[in-house]
């Protein structure tokens, strides 16, 4: 305080001072101009509603997130072929979860669901619902060569991505259809395994969600 009061008794200070009233005045004002803008984008991010479940190039929809998630390649990037997490022992987790790869624990993930699951030794025919880019499908059809293994999603993009690692890694027995989990076209009874690993939090009736699965699986 009692160097600007010795600054602005300086000859010429309150006309300096008086210069830089008006520009501090208009920054002052610009900033809370800056201020109100990024408030009011954050509030418009946090206020909108949570992604619809359809196929549409809606920006909020399910489709065009996973499709634009799938063309940078983020997740596939850092969480590999499986967008799920994994699974780790009680020894393992007492060891540290870091002593196992993340990419391995979700395959360790797959078997361990599989035989919580009771599925039948040699199906042939299996369902993901809500695959992704495939890598769940295609571990289970290399697991079982002898089964048609059938993996859907919303994303057209996830599809293709899906059909090109299925080719790339050669295998034949996994396919790839864009269908809605909510409106399957598949005849009652045509699956020995139906699978669906977190892709029930999209579905907006979770009713229909399962009905639909339990439509399609087999007795």
């Excluded at 699951?117 to 042939?124: D, K, Q, T, W």
């Excluded at 048609?148 to 599809?159: A, L, N, P, R």
Aim: net charge neutral.
């Amino acid at each position: 305080a009692r160097a600007r009061a010795e600054m602005i008794s300086l000859p010429g200070a309150t006309l300096a001072a008086a210069a830089l009233t008006p520009r501090l005045t208009a920054m002052a004002s610009a900033l809370t101009v800056a201020v109100v803008a990024v408030a009011a984008w954050v509030f418009q991010k946090l206020d909108r509603p949570a992604r619809q479940y359809r196929a549409s190039d809606d920006f909020n929809s399910v489709q065009s997130e996973y499709n634009a998630w799938t063309q940078d390649g983020i997740l596939e990037y850092y969480w590999g072929e499986h967008i799920h997490l994994g699974y780790y022992t009680d020894e393992e987790r007492a060891r540290g979860y870091k002593k196992k790869g993340f990419i391995q624990a979700k395959y360790d993930f797959i078997d361990e669901q599989l035989r919580w699951s009771g599925a039948p030794a040699n199906p042939a025919s299996i369902l993901d619902v809500g695959c992704g880019i495939g890598g769940t499908t295609r571990y289970l059809a290399k697991k079982f060569p002898g089964a048609k293994v059938t993996g859907i999603s919303i994303s057209d993009m996830q599809i293709a991505r899906a059909q090109e690692l299925a080719k790339q890694q050669g295998v034949p027995n996994a396919e790839f259809l864009l269908k809605d989990a909510l409106a399957m076209d598949f005849p009652d009874n045509s699956f020995d395994v139906v699978w669906a690993i977190e892709s029930g939090e999209h579905m907006p009736d979770k009713r229909k969600y399962v009905e639909e699965m339990a439509r399609v699986l087999k007795p």
